[in-house]
């Protein structure tokens, strides 16, 4: 859910609780959805810190390259959720530029994958990671090309005012169109009200991304719904309490 704090908790919940289990790596739709919530460079390198302590932080230019590769996957990603074509053949193109290796060392101790790209420069580990994104989002890409699970989003709502109408791409609007909260109280083009852009693979019964979302959600609609609601909680609580004092 992109409307936690800073550093997503959604990899701290995936964790399994058995210290035993192994940790999942990160894969594409993780760093996706952890990209959504990251508004400059210092939010990107507070979660690069936690998945990858003891790595060296990447420098602004290596992060802005990550960050044009990532744009890549998430426009192909929107063909897909939206029943588009996506473009095969800039993806192949990349593709064909790709080596991949298996790279123990580099990634020990780190949430990242060790199959990485080869990059000419060997310290460049967002290169690295990026070559191996598109790898794996183009296998999941031939996947769905050829009938296999295709993208959902969560249905979640979040306030953030950070944000500014510049962050509302045409795409992003088109997503929101779908949310008829927005719609109803015209909240579409409100930069301050987001829609939570977290993505699954395949058709999930759920809408939300987690229960701290889904929470929030019922949170906000019942406020803009009810506009006294959260006054009138707030009251009741208070109230409770005096009794409860006395
Ligand atoms: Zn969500």
Redesign the pocket.
């Known amino acids: ?3 936690r704090a800073k550093v997503s908790t959604k990899n701290a919940a995936d964790k399994p609780s058995d210290p035993k289990e192994p940790v999942r790596p990160l894969d594409w739709r993780d760093i996706l959805n952890e990209e959504a919530a990251w508004h400059d460079y210092g939010d990107f390198s507070e979660w690069f810190r936690q998945i990858a302590p003891g790595l060296n932080i990447p420098n602004t230019t290596q992060f802005e390259q990550f960050r044009s590769s990532l744009d890549f996957i998430r426009e192909q990603a929107s063909c897909i959720y939206f029943g588009l074509e996506p473009a095969t053949g800039a993806l192949n193109a990349k593709l064909n530029l790709i080596s991949l290796e298996i790279d123990l060392a580099a990634t020990a101790e780190t949430r990242l994958p060790s199959l990485l790209a080869v990059a000419k420069n060997d310290d460049d580990i967002l290169e690295r990671l990026a070559g191996a994104l598109i790898v794996g989002f183009a296998q999941f890409v031939a996947d769905y090309q050829k009938g296999g699970p295709g993208l959902c989003r ?3 709502v ?1 306030r953030d005012a950070r944000l500014s109408e510049e962050h509302l791409s045409e795409s992003e609007k088109r997503y929101r169109r779908e949310i008829a909260l927005l719609e109803e109280k015209r909240l579409l083009e409100d930069p301050l009200i987001q829609r ?3 993505f699954f693979v395949g058709r999930s019964k759920a809408r ?3 229960d701290a ?2 929470f929030m ?1 019922f949170q906000i609609s019942k406020q803009l719904k009810e506009p006294g609601y959260l006054a009138e909680k707030q009251r009741r609580y208070r109230t409770k309490r005096k009794d409860s004092l006395g």
């Open positions: 859910m992109a409307g969560c249905e979640g979040f939570c852009a977290d939300f991304c987690s979302c889904r959600t």
